[in-house]
T-cell receptor
Framework: KQEVTQIPAALSVPEGENLVLNCSFT??????LQWFRQDPGKGLTSLLL?????REQTSGRLNASLDKSSGRSTLYIAASQPGDSATYLC???????????FGAGTQVVVTP | GAGVSQSPSNKVTEKGKDVELRCDPI?????LYWYRQSLGQGLEFLIY????????KSGLPSDRFSAERTGGSVSTLTIQRTQQEDSAVYLC?????????????FGSGTRLTVV
């Protein structure tokens, strides 16, 4: 059974520092991996989608890497801002139906 | 529509009552998913629709839970005889085809509280 783990569970950094969020999964047979952001009381906002054949994806200050063989993905957020404060979730797609297996999330606080 | 719409946004119900949660996916998205987010449980998959068919219902926690989708669009998740452990945020997501090249768009969720 696929298990997804996110470390750390919580992270607090001063504004301007780079953020590094880790995601690991136990079964390397994945279709893709997606990073989401969740603000309190809100749904999930998709940040980046990495296909299993890709090594990384970039969008603005966000960069996500994928090492399928070792079962790891890392989300980098450059020059963090208070508006980056949220919970970040990674999810792997491990079956043909598209069911996602989520990690528990990393709660990020960026202090001004 | 521009996004995935869920209603109601909040629902408080008495234990034992039935509730219906609605999801209106992005127009043209054939794949629709329901997830549940409970405190301390993270996000759990409930059911997947492709068009009006549900090829994967493996996440429904009991026979009190059912879902349907009509016209390849709106989906309704029904919980009968609600219990306190059903309290959670119910999230709906849609995807263009459900294929691996496409990501998911989530709605804002319905927060269900059973008292």
């Amino acid at each position: 059974k696929q298990e997804v783990t996110q470390i750390p569970a919580a992270l607090s950094v001063p504004e301007g520092e780079n953020l590094v969020l880790n995601c690991s999964f136990t079964d390397s047979a994945i279709y893709n991996l997606q990073w989401f952001r969740q603000d309190p009381g809100k749904g999930l906002t998709s940040l980046l989608l990495i296909q299993s054949s890709q090594r990384e994806q970039t969008s603005g200050r966000l960069n996500a890497s994928l090492d399928k063989s070792s079962g790891r993905s890392t989300l980098y957020i450059a020059a963090s801002q208070p508006g980056d404060s949220a919970t970040y979730l990674c999810a792997v797609r491990a079956d043909s139906w598209g069911k996602l297996q989520f990690g528990a999330g990393t709660q990020v606080v960026v202090t001004p | 529509g521009a996004g995935v719409s869920q209603s109601p946004s909040n629902k408080v119900t008495e234990k034992g009552k039935d509730v219906e949660l609605r999801c209106d996916p992005i127009s043209g998205h054939t794949a629709l998913y329901w997830y549940r987010q409970s405190l301390g449980q993270g996000l759990e998959f409930l059911i997947y629709f492709q068009g009006n068919s549900a090829p994967d219902k493996s996440g429904l926690p009991s026979d009190r839970f059912s879902a349907e989708r009509t016209g390849g669009s709106v989906s309704t998740l029904t919980i009968q005889r609600t219990q306190q452990e059903d309290s959670a945020v119910y999230l709906c997501a849609s995807s263009f085809t459900g294929g691996p090249n496409y990501g998911y768009t989530f709605g804002s969720g319905t927060r269900l509280t059973v008292v």
